[in-house]
């Protein structure tokens, strides 16, 4: 059953049409993966689909019901959370007080918000401690969030969106900037979390893409070329066309 | 945990003994007129330079019901409170939705409509004059046209005050503030309606700062026309930096070091606000990071002085 | 029906004006980021230098060249020796500066030229009026029209038909860029400041034989200028002509018929604007 849709969407920027007419199906538990070049519209697809950006047109649908328009800070609320490509962490707070604030702002209740002490939320808390478990950062819940490594802030980053307790999980290149290291790292935590959420990934590193995905949407100047499993998108000519300008090499080749 | 809360209450009893009642007394409102304009400045990261709005509507709304219609003490501070907390709702409304500079001027553009009303109103405010002849009701008894009075009084709303305010920056309330301050991009991200936080933010310092207005004006027996100037409103902001807008005690000590300051300057000069501006200069081109930052350098100063 | 035209004829006039301030203080804080509090304070020592230029020299057209010049120059010293140390410094501190600075500078012209309210003749040639047909109109508020038409003309044309212009609009939208160009960034900064002062200042020359001179006209036309750049937004010269002759006109026609009320309006139209249109005029950033 599909999740999270999109019908016809399309966003324009003046003259530049970023994102057009995208069709999309995410199937609730599924690993989908959105690849394209660089400036093919995957991040503006994002932005949409989290209310950063209102449509130009088109629909987006989550459990059936319209949620286009819906403002950013109402989107968490329906059960999306997101990473973002660039990082984008609260960089004086403590790995678990950034862990906490996205905990609590999708959290049961909001009773007390402006006089019980924030430790007296312990479901909140452990909540946060399990998200930042997860993504293998509890020895350092104390550090804060500016001192701790380029590829533990990219983790932190994952944290802060799986401590939201999202149904779907939207993650922009998560391991973006990261070392091959890091990267085997962050890949293994991506498949950890398969399965427990639905999750769309925008990821440049083929190996990866073709190693998690269930399924593959390929863009390509705003617009969706092509959809399958990895095996299909790894045989469509025209992604390899638009993927490596009709250089004929095998896909997975590429980035490996 | 710490020795500040016991070096705050030492500070309220002392504080009496080594300087005059008024000037003691004026400290403390300013202190919370600080710490409402510090939930803006320090916590939200939004830099209001239009507190004097609050503080003054406050002043001149309890003081014209304490003046003709005798209203006790405590119905004062409430009022003063409520309108404190309306006149940030109506300003905070046009200004979260713009940032950076514009957001500033706002702030400072809004102050002025207020200012210039209660320039003109002068059947109500007194115009330049101000509006003289405000009570200080006496209560169970107690007598707060007698300054000792009228000072423990005010420390003790100072001491609530201090408490209430730390109890908000350690609620969920205080961290999502600091959240945006971190990052409004994120915050909105996770899931928070960041106008309106900011707006929350603005109606909380807005009741604080009315608080602060309406025991300035029954301090002094007057609401001056600069008690709503931008002239109050620069001040609360070179207090709270001076202090140290980082943290909750900041403002108090800011507080200390502004109202010394200025009861020194006014009475060295009659063009003393030149002394105040050269001050403001100093301190942002070489003590940037307020009294605490000074304090330090000045002990190294010292030490390295005195190892040679 | 008259003195309706009058008034917003006179509107006309101090809307240009205000449009210059704004303009000014749009392009300082474009360009350099910072909440400029002293631009007030700039505006009324363009002022006062007119009438002391014209008392030294005996020229009004000496004077009206000299003054706000001066009044660049000080603006690139304030630049070069204050505001040039703040850039990383965060709008707290830069505000803090400028503001000390404004008091500084009122509090310095209270002791140069002292506290009482001073007033200054148009020059000769400008003085009486002249007929419109409808309604007999001053010479010298047609010649400040005139001139503060022009000089916003020139400021738009510098900013979109010169390299220069072009570059500092570029440091509006993108500080990185302009670096990356390899351009002198500090030196753009300081320019700027001293053009933005010496729109500052040709402001308060032309307005000195308009309302006289007092030591307070500073702060209320700080208040001013950022409702222009609030309204109008930074780097738009039409928003800010728009703000200006908007805010100016409105005052202008609202004095004719309950003067107690005729500065608390410009901040109420403000405020009425935002209302619908949180994000000004052009809705600008």
């Known amino acids: 059953m599909a999740i999270l849709q999109t019908e016809n969407l399309t966003k324009a920027f003046g003259a530049l049409t970023a994102v057009n007419g995208v069709t999309l199906s995410i199937e609730a538990g599924s690993l989908h993966s959105i690849i394209g070049p660089n400036g093919a519209g995957k991040t503006t697809l994002f932005n949409l689909l989290t209310g950063t950006f209102v449509p130009t047109s088109g629909r987006i649908l989550l459990d059936g019901k319209e949620i286009t328009g819906t403002p950013a800070h109402r989107i ?41 002490k924030t430790q007296r939320y312990t479901e909140v808390t452990g909540r946060a401690r399990q998200a930042l478990s997860d993504v293998g950062l509890s020895s350092k819940e104390n550090q804060l969030a500016r001192e701790i490594s380029h590829g533990e802030q990219r983790q932190l980053e994952l944290a802060i969106a799986l401590a939201a307790a999202p149904r779907v999980l939207l993650l922009d290149e998560p391991a973006a900037g990261l070392s091959p290291e890091e990267t085997r790292k962050m890949v293994a935590l991506v498949r950890g979390l398969k399965g427990r959420y639905t999750i769309v990934l925008i990821e440049h590193k083929m190996d990866i893409i073709m190693s ?38 095998a896909l997975g080749g590429v980035a490996a | 945990m710490n020795l500040k809360i016991p070096a705050i209450v030492a500070a309220v ?18 202190a919370i007129f600080g710490l409402g304009l510090n939930l803006l400045l320090g916590y939200t990261g939004l830099l209001s330079f239009g507190q004097s709005t609050f503080f003054g509507s406050a002043a001149y709304v309890a003081g014209f019901l304490l003046k003709h219609y005798a209203i006790n003490v405590f119905a004062a501070l409430g009022i003063g409170i409520g309108v404190g907390a309306a006149s940030a709702l109506l300003v905070g409304y046009l200004c979260v939705q713009r940032s950076g500079i514009y957001f500033i001027m ?41 300054p000792l009075n009228y000072y423990i009084f005010v420390s003790v709303l100072f001491l609530i005050s201090l408490w209430v305010m730390k109890r908000v920056v350690e609620s969920p309330l205080g961290r999502i503030l600091q959240a945006i301050r971190e990052n409004e991009v994120r915050a909105e991200a ?18 604080f700062s009315g608080m602060a207005g309406v025991l300035y004006a029954m301090l002094f027996g007057i609401v001056p026309l600069e008690a709503i100037s931008f002239v109050f409103s620069g001040n609360v902001v070179f207090a709270t930096l001076i202090g140290g807008s980082g943290s909750l005690y900041g403002p108090i000590i800011g507080s200390f070091v502004f109202i010394w300051l200025s009861e020194s300057v006014s009475t060295m000069w009659a063009r003393w606000p030149l002394l105040l501006g050269v001050a403001f200069v100093i301190v942002v081109l070489f003590f940037r990071g307020g009294v605490v930052e000074a304090w330090s350098r000045f002990w190294l100063w010292q030490s390295s002085r005195q190892k040679t | 029906m008259n003195l309706l035209f009058g008034q917003i004829l006179n509107g006309v006039a101090t809307g240009m004006l205000y449009a210059l301030m704004g303009l000014g203080l749009a392009l300082i804080a474009g360009i350099l980021n910072i909440p400029n509090f002293a631009h007030g304070a700039l505006f009324a020592v363009g002022a006062y230098l007119m009438v002391s230029a014209i008392g030294a020299v005996g020229n009004f057209w000496v004077a009206l060249v000299v003054a706000p010049l001066g009044v660049a120059l000080l603006g690139l010293l304030i630049e070069y020796l204050g505001i040039r140390r703040l850039y990383a410094a965060g709008h707290d501190y830069q505000l803090l ?22 007033s200054q003749l148009p020059p000769q040639i400008l003085r009486g009026g002249v007929d419109l047909g409808f309604t007999f109109y001053p010479k010298y508020r047609l010649f400040v029209m005139v001139v503060a038409g022009l000089l916003v003309v020139a400021t738009w044309l510098f900013l979109e038909k010169t390299r220069y212009g072009a570059i500092m609009r570029a440091g509006i939208e993108n500080k990185e860029m302009v670096s990356l160009l390899g351009i002198d960034i500090h030196r753009l900064f300081t320019v700027a400041f ?29 208040g001013i200028a950022f409702v222009v750049v609030a309204l109008g937004g930074m780097g738009n010269v039409l928003g800010a002509i728009a703000a200006g002759l908007l805010i100016g006109v409105a005052q202008a026609v609202v004095a004719a018929y309950w003067t107690e009320a005729s500065v608390a309006v410009i901040y109420l139209v403000m405020a009425a604007v935002l209302v619908f249109r949180p994000q000004g005029l052009f809705g600008i950033r």
Not at chain 1, 80 to 86: E, I, K, P, Y
Not at chain 2, 190 to 204: D, E
């Open chain 2, 190 to 207: 996770v899931g928070y309606n960041v106008p309106r936080f900011k707006l929350l933010a603005f109606v909380i310092g807005g009741a």
């Open chain 1, 212 to 249: 998690v995905s269930d399924r593959i949407s390929v863009m390509h100047f705003g617009a969706l070329i092509a959809e399958g499993t990895p095996e299909e998108i790894q045989r469509n000519p025209e992604v390899r066309r638009a993927y490596l300008g009709g250089v004929p090499t």
């Open chain 3, 194 to 222: 001293a053009l933005g002062a010496y729109l500052a200042g040709i402001a308060g020359a032309l307005t000195a034989p308009i309302r006289g001179l007092s030591p307070g006209m500073g702060v209320d036309m700080l």
């Open chain 1, 76 to 116: 968490a609320h329906l059960g999306l959370a997101r990473s973002f490509q660039r990082t984008n962490v609260f960089p004086a707070f403590s790995l678990l007080d950034n862990a906490w604030a996205a905990a609590f702002a999708t959290g049961p209740s909001w009773k007390g918000l402006l006089w019980k």
């Open chain 2, 13 to 30: 009893v002392l504080l009496p003994l080594v300087v005059r009642h008024a000037i003691a007394t004026e400290i403390w409102i300013f």
């Open chain 3, 97 to 118: 500066f400028t503001f000390g600075l404004s008091l500084i500078i009122a509090e310095g012209i209270i002791l140069i030229w002292g506290p009482v309210g001073i």
């Open chain 2, 106 to 146: 706002l702030t400072f553009a809004l102050n002025q409509l207020f200012y210039f009303i209660a320039y003109q109103w002068t059947t109500v405010t007194g115009g330049e004059d101000g509006m003289p002849g405000i009570p200080r009701p006496a209560m169970f008894g107690i007598d707060f046209r007698d």
